[in-house]
């Protein structure tokens, strides 16, 4: 398996755990702050990488080099984080993961700004394919509400960290410097995790932790442990092994698989006109990742 393979599988387990979050996220949501759910999950899940950066050889001294590195991206990942679950909190789970699906056009036009990675014919096809298709599905595939732009108040505000997320998939690249993967990601974490400390501080203390349903504790283990450390992770590695377009491309699959977790938690599926816009995405995910070797860029490996 080739390092690009390596990253292309990073990225399916990836958009599955991230899945996840959307419908879990969407039924926490309502019982707690954006800001306190995930500072808590920021600690867990840094406490998480920690055991295994120091089990398996440490931190090198050069990682602390220029620290300034570690807020810059933490400062993205507390954007996206945060304004998730504040939309989350009106926002429909497929509708949702369908304004996730918007990322990998906006990741190819920071990719090129910042690494001068360049879109091939094809990959612009596939972005506007996509977006047709996550329009369809934001828009409830119907004409009438595209015309008035009626978008609702949690998918716009999830746009705003949507856009923040696709800055994080070529920053990484471009302010790593050799570090591993765990590392550099557990210096993220730790310093999103301070960010949400102090500045959710009033609502962490206002929070009535024991008060909290069943679900928000659910919701934080899996987004602490799996959407969290874990996607932190896969993330980093792929985009040091793959170009940023298409490590953003794998987004295509999370409605898929949120309609999956919606069936596997009893939850009302959407209705089928819809399903057409999550086709356009899935053909959207084939026509990205048919020919990794047109895209050229600053990547430790072409697909």
């Not at 999950?41 to 300034?68: E, H, K, M, N, Y």
């Not at 612009?124 to 732009?149: C, D, N, Q």
């Not at 765990?182 to 730790?190: D, E, K, S």
């Not at 349903?213 to 792929?238: D, G, K, R």
Request: proline share 5%; aromatic share 10%; glycine share 8%.
């Amino acid at each position: 398996m080739t390092e690009a393979h390596r990253g292309h599988l990073a990225m399916l387990a990836f958009s599955a755990l991230v899945a996840g979050s959307f419908s879990l996220g969407s039924m926490a949501a309502p019982h707690i702050a954006p800001d306190a759910l995930n500072a808590v999950r920021f600690v867990i899940a840094s406490a998480i990488l920690a055991v295994l950066v120091f089990s398996t050889g440490g931190v090198d001294r050069s990682a602390l080099q220029a620290p300034w590195r570690y807020l810059v991206l933490a400062l993205f990942l507390v954007a996206y984080f945060v304004l998730m679950f504040e939309g989350l909190k009106t926002g429909a789970p497929v509708s949702m993961a369908a304004v996730f699906t918007l990322t990998p056009m906006i990741a190819a036009g920071f990719g090129w700004l910042l690494l001068r990675q360049v879109l091939t014919g094809r990959m612009a096809i596939a972005l506007t394919i996509g977006g047709i298709g996550a329009l369809w599905v934001i828009f409830r595939a119907e004409l009438s509400a595209l015309l008035a732009f009626e978008i609702g108040r949690g998918e716009m505000v999830y746009f705003v960290g949507c856009v923040a997320h696709a800055v994080y998939a070529p920053m990484v690249p471009k302010l790593n410097r050799g570090e591993r993967p765990a590392v550099f990601t557990l210096g993220v974490l730790i310093t999103g995790a301070v960010l949400l400390l102090v500045f959710g501080y009033p609502s962490i203390m206002a929070t009535e932790w024991a008060e909290l349903p069943p679900i928000v504790w659910v919701t934080i283990a899996y987004t602490s442990v799996f959407a969290s450390a874990a996607t932190f992770l896969l993330l980093q590695y792929a985009t040091m092994r793959i170009p940023s377009a298409k490590v953003m491309a794998y987004t295509y699959l999370t409605p898929s698989w949120v309609i999956l977790w919606e069936m596997a938690l009893g939850r009302p599926l959407p209705p089928m006109l819809i399903l057409v816009g999550v086709g356009l995405t899935m053909v959207a995910l084939g026509l990205l990742l048919k020919d990794d070797s047109q895209v050229r860029g600053r990547v430790a490996s072409e697909g």
